[in-house]
C-alpha cells in the first residue's frame, strides 16, 4: 500500500541553523512522483517540488536542497541558513499515477518548523 | 498566489445540514481535486473532476459529492454534516489527469456544530 511517512512531528531551531526535514514513502509501482508543500498559517499549500521515481538527482533551489535515494525510500528537504520566514507545516506527498489513487496526492502527516530569530 | 481561488473562506454549520463549497482553478488547467485536511493530518483525497467528469475518489462516503463546470470551476457538497466533517477543504488544480503539479487555493475552513 502507498504511505509516506514523516516522523519528526515537530522541529525547532534558531534563524541561520541548516535543517533536514525527512521524508519516508511505500509504494509498489516503479513510477512514481514525490512532492513537497509548504503550509504556512495561512493555510494554502505552496508546491516546492516535483520529483519523478527514474531521476535521483539531488536538486538545489536556493537555500532548499532535496536528497532523493530510492533504495531507502527517502527524500529528505534541507534548508540551509533557515530564517523566520520558513517556519510552516511542510509535507511531503507520493502520486502513482498507473496506481490506486489514480495519481493523486497521498501526504504524510507532516513536519512543523518553527524558526526562531 | 496559484491563481486558485476557494469560496467562502469560513463556514459554521450545525449538524446535519448541507453545505456547498466552491473553487476556481487555475486558468489553463482542466482538473480540480478536493482534499480534506482535519487539524493537525495531512490532507486527504476526496475526488477529482476531469472534464466535468469525475476522475477518482477517496475513501468519503457518497454524502460528499462535487461538480466540474464548463468553466473548469468545481463545487463540492457535503450533506448531513457530521462533527467530524469540520476540517479546512482544500481545491487544487492541475492540468492533467496524473501526477501534475497541483497548485492548491487558500481553502475553506469548516466547522460543524
Known amino acids: 500500500a502507498q504511505k509516506v511517512t514523516q516522523a519528526q512531528t515537530e522541529i525547532s531551531v534558531v534563524e541561520k541553523e541548516d535543517v533536514t526535514l525527512d521524508c519516508v514513502y511505500e509504494?509498489?509501482?516503479?513510477?512514481?512522483?514525490l512532492f513537497w508543500y509548504k503550509q504556512p498559517p495561512s493555510g494554502e499549500l505552496v508546491f516546492l517540488i516535483r520529483?519523478?521515481?527514474?531521476?535521483?538527482q539531488n536538486e538545489i533551489s536556493g537555500r532548499y536542497s532535496w536528497n532523493f535515494q530510492k533504495s531507502t525510500s527517502s527524500f529528505n528537504f534541507t534548508i540551509t541558513a533557515s530564517q523566520v520566514v520558513d517556519s510552516a507545516v511542510y509535507f511531503c506527498?507520493?502520486?502513482?499515477?498507473?496506481?490506486?489513487?489514480?495519481?493523486?496526492?497521498?501526504f504524510g502527516k507532516g513536519t512543523k518548523l518553527s524558526v526562531k530569530p | 498566489e496559484t491563481g486558485v481561488t476557494q469560496s467562502p473562506t469560513h463556514l459554521i454549520k450545525t449538524r446535519g445540514q448541507q453545505v456547498t463549497l466552491r473553487c476556481s482553478s487555475q486558468?489553463?488547467?482542466?482538473?480540480v481535486s478536493w482534499y480534506q485536511q482535519a487539524l493537525g493530518q495531512g490532507p486527504q483525497f476526496i475526488f477529482q473532476?476531469?472534464?466535468?467528469?469525475?476522475?477518482g475518489r477517496g475513501n468519503f462516503p457518497p454524502r460528499f459529492s462535487g461538480l466540474q463546470f464548463p468553466n473548469y470551476s468545481s463545487e463540492l457538497n457535503v450533506n448531513a454534516l457530521e462533527l467530524d466533517d469540520s476540517a479546512l477543504y482544500l481545491c487544487?488544480?492541475?492540468?492533467?489527469?496524473?501526477?501534475?503539479?497541483?497548485?492548491f487555493g487558500p481553502g475553506t475552513r469548516l466547522t460543524v456544530t
Open positions: 506527498a507520493l502520486s502513482e499515477p498507473h496506481g490506486g489513487s489514480q495519481g493523486n496526492l497521498i
Open positions: 487544487a488544480s492541475s492540468l492533467g489527469q496524473t501526477s501534475d503539479e497541483q497548485y
Open positions: 486558468s489553463g488547467h482542466n482538473t
Open positions: 473532476y476531469y472534464r466535468e467528469e469525475e476522475n
Open positions: 509504494t509498489r509501482d516503479t513510477t512514481y512522483y
Open positions: 520529483r519523478n521515481s527514474f531521476d535521483e
